[in-house]
């Protein structure tokens, strides 16, 4: 038998021998020879990490609109489109034409152009028992009156982390710490076969605070999580909503690409200061 | 008159954004990730996805129907991270492969029934670290793993794709790997999933 490369392991492993034999020639040294039975071991092992424990991150929604927004509205389309455009506007008979449908155009693009969002009332357009606004206060109620316990209890932001990633969460999660909130547990739910992130922190006087966070592609193309176009603009331009009703302060904010709703027994200017901030 | 002028601008555009949205744009996550994992930042990612996406239809009229669309897009993705962002991009630091491979050998199981071979020790690790692991290797050989490993493509295409021999993509994803478990070993040592590996004397 000839001296075999140790990188002839990985072509195994990746299915790339197509020869009969020189396969069969490399099963046997993997059998019979610790050396290359261990290289195949360990390579086998790094190839099935790096497949299964790498999450699949979905591009941005905001980023995948402004492609999409920029695919259709570029004006640099391909040359053969080019050419029939210059032929149109030479043309004399067309050119007054095209030019005032240009000018139409531009009018309507205009009046039609929607206009900045203030800082409204979002709360009255969260609406169903999908909505993440009203999911968020639901499960808050549900943690305060011990309806809903964590499914584990630790205050080791990394261990959240690992049960979130252990649990099939497929988005990659944050969980921020806070020198007057300590970390108290989490919980990962499922709805239609998706899994979501929820952990809690605790002040030094018992007031909770509970963090539902969902990679912003759930609310565009998932379509198991609503919350209004609105209050996603609101938070896509940086901003932090703050809701305060019946002793609770609710707040929406961004980070990264997660959109996170905490709600707080708390006191609200505390909440706001510490999780706004994020 | 408008109405026909109308009907010519739209099926001439319509259709160019019709077939380049059938056939681009669903490969838009898998050319997100490679982008995170080529610059290691969500930023510099959307940016470097959205500048090949731009690029991509200009050029569309280049693309021969029929060929492999996302080889292409990815192509273009890569020529475009090399004279954009490889040079804004922190490289990490210069490897010295022979350290590794010393390094490697040492905490090599001596044999196959090894603690250090069961999956179950580095299970425990996080997303973040294996990007991390996968982020600090040299471009070439980062590539070498996202495409196979992640992207799913054969010898063949990456061979294409990077431009280089068959054989050199084989040697670079077997050093990589090693790269790679070093790695891995370290973060699990580090967070006491198995114990440290001994000095080389």
């Known amino acids: 038998m000839m001296d075999m490369k140790l990188d002839m392991i990985d072509a195994y492993i990746d299915g790339e021998i197509t020869d009969k034999s020189l396969e069969q020639e490399i099963l046997s040294k993997i059998n019979n020879d610790n050396n290359f039975a261990i290289e195949y071991r360990v390579h086998s092992l790094v190839k099935n990490l790096v497949k299964e424990k790498l999450v699949f991150k979905q591009t941005p929604a905001k980023v995948r609109a402004k492609i999409l927004k920029s695919i259709g509205s570029t004006t640099k389309v391909p040359s053969q489109s080019n050419s029939f455009l210059s032929d149109i506007f030479e043309k004399p008979s067309f050119s007054f034409a095209t030019a005032f449908v240009v000018i139409l155009a531009i009018v309507l693009i205009i009046i039609n152009r929607p206009g900045v969002i203030e800082n409204k009332d979002f709360a009255i357009e969260q609406l169903g028992n999908d909505n993440m606004f009203v999911q968020a206060k639901n499960?808050?109620?549900?943690?305060?009156?011990?309806?809903?316990?964590?499914?584990?209890?630790?205050?080791n932001a990394d261990e959240i982390k690992n049960f979130f990633n252990n649990n099939g969460v497929k988005y990659s999660t944050l969980v921020p710490s806070f020198s007057d909130w300590v970390l108290v547990g989490a919980v990962v739910s499922e709805d239609k076969g998706e899994k979501f992130a929820h952990h809690v922190y605790a002040d030094k006087n018992g007031k909770l605070a509970y963090l539902f966070q969902v990679d912003e592609s759930y609310l565009y193309n998932h379509k198991i999580i609503s919350l209004s176009d609105d209050l996603i603009k609101y938070l896509d331009d940086g901003n932090c909503y703050t809701y305060i009703s019946d002793g609770s302060v609710t707040l929406f904010t961004k980070l990264d690409n997660n959109i996170c709703a905490i709600v707080s027994n708390g006191n609200p200017k505390e909440v706001e200061n510490t999780f706004c901030s994020l | 008159m408008f109405a026909f002028l109308f009907a010519i601008f739209k099926s001439d555009e319509q259709k160019l954004n019709e077939e380049f949205?059938?056939?681009?744009?669903?490969?838009?996550?898998?050319?997100?990730?490679?982008?995170?994992?080529?610059?290691?930042?969500?930023?510099?990612?959307?940016?470097?996805?959205?500048?090949?996406?731009?690029?991509?239809?200009?050029?569309?009229?280049?693309?021969?129907?029929?060929?492999?669309?996302?080889?292409?897009?990815?192509?273009?993705?890569?020529?475009?991270?090399?004279?954009t962002y490889r040079k804004n991009t922190k490289e990490p630091d210069k490897v010295d492969y022979e350290e590794i491979e010393n390094f490697y050998e040492n905490i090599k199981p001596s044999s196959t029934d090894s603690a250090h071979l069961e999956k179950d020790i580095y299970d425990n690790l996080l997303d973040d670290e294996l990007s991390s692991a996968i982020s600090s290797l040299p471009e070439d050989f980062r590539t070498v793993v996202i495409l196979c490993d992640i992207e799913g493509y054969t010898y063949d295409e990456i061979a294409d794709f990077v431009d280089v021999p068959v054989g050199t993509v084989r040697s670079r994803l077997h050093r990589a790997r090693k790269m790679l478990f070093t790695k891995l070993h370290s973060y699990a040592s580090d967070k006491g999933y198995v114990t440290k590996a001994k000095a080389k004397k």
Not at chain 2, 26 to 49: C, E, Q, R, V, W
Not at chain 2, 50 to 64: H, M, N, P, S, V
Request: with cysteine; hydrophobic share 40%.
């Open chain 1, 139 to 155: 499960n808050f109620n549900s943690i305060i009156t011990g309806k809903l316990t964590p499914q584990l209890t630790s205050k």
């Open chain 2, 21 to 83: 949205e059938r056939e681009a744009v669903p490969h838009m996550d898998a050319l997100y990730n490679f982008a995170l994992k080529m610059t290691g930042d969500s930023d510099d990612a959307s940016d470097l996805i959205q500048e090949t996406y731009l690029k991509a239809f200009r050029f569309w009229d280049k693309f021969e129907k029929g060929t492999n669309c996302k080889a292409w897009l990815f192509r273009i993705m890569k020529n475009t991270y090399i004279n």
